[in-house]
């Protein structure tokens, strides 16, 4: 929740406190006393994703796979070894109780957070995605986990749009087409079976909405511009 307590549940709307996150680049933020102006924000299943008005990204929640967007530090146990009941412990050190910059230097026009992991895109409509591989989610072409962002090289043209689901990420593009990756269980990809996929491939059933309509769009996209929305379902 980004309050600095990750035990604990907030029945009521809480303030996300930025000051720590403020005070460890005072170059980056707005505001006074620490506050943050938030343009867009994204909530996964156990992590969150806001951008400031200058684009820069804030992550906080559980940080295991990395969706927090900065490499979960080692966490040894007394004993050195890390048995079965010391997992929830492990998982709860790594997290991220208030708000943190993700790593990077990028600046971002949106963001999603899905269940392990997070993607954005920036003006030019450049994707990174970031945090838990498995069921390929990343779309990296892979399942190892990825602490920072990294640019996403897969897809055909530029991004306009990106939402990441449980086990499934959806992108949209500027050519028209959206292009779907992960688990192809209960047909969630929309290939017409239920075949998984370790980079984005094109959902052909899905007919080209925009056409002549990206001429009229400059790059980079200004901050605020919203040109599609593809949804991914928790």
């Known amino acids: 929740l980004g309050q600095g307590k990750c035990l604990e549940d907030a029945w ?3 303030l996300v406190n930025f000051s720590a996150a403020v005070l460890a680049d005072k170059a980056v933020g707005s505001g006074e006393g620490g506050s943050v102006f938030v343009s867009h924000a994204s909530a996964g299943r156990e992590h969150s994703v806001v951008l400031d008005s200058g684009g820069v990204a804030y992550a906080f929640g559980a940080n295991d796979d990395g969706q927090c967007g900065s490499a979960p530090p080692p966490v040894i146990p007394a004993g050195g070894a890390v048995h079965n009941s ?3 412990l492990l998982d709860m050190r790594r997290s991220v109780g208030m708000p943190k910059r993700v790593d990077g230097e990028q600046r971002f026009n949106s963001v999603s957070a899905g269940d392990h992991c997070s993607a954005a895109i920036t003006s030019c409509g450049r994707c990174y995605s970031w945090g838990g591989g498995w069921s390929f989610v990343t779309g990296h072409g892979h399942d190892s986990d990825i602490p920072i962002p990294s640019a996403l090289a897969s897809l055909p043209a530029l991004v306009v749009d990106a939402a990441c689901g449980h086990r499934h990420s959806v992108f949209a593009c500027c ?3 959206v292009y779907t990756v992960g688990t192809g269980e209960y047909g969630r990809l929309g290939h017409g079976d239920e075949l998984s996929t370790l980079w984005p491939e094109q959902v052909a059933a899905l007919p080209r909405q925009i056409e002549e309509s990206w001429a009229d769009i400059q790059w980079p996209l200004p901050h605020e511009a919203t040109t599609l ?4 379902q928790l």
Do not use: E, H, I, L
């Open 12 to 14: 009521r709307p809480g």
């Open 229 to 232: 929305q593809a949804y991914a």
């Open 86 to 88: 010391d997992s929830d």
């Open 175 to 177: 050519d028209g087409n």
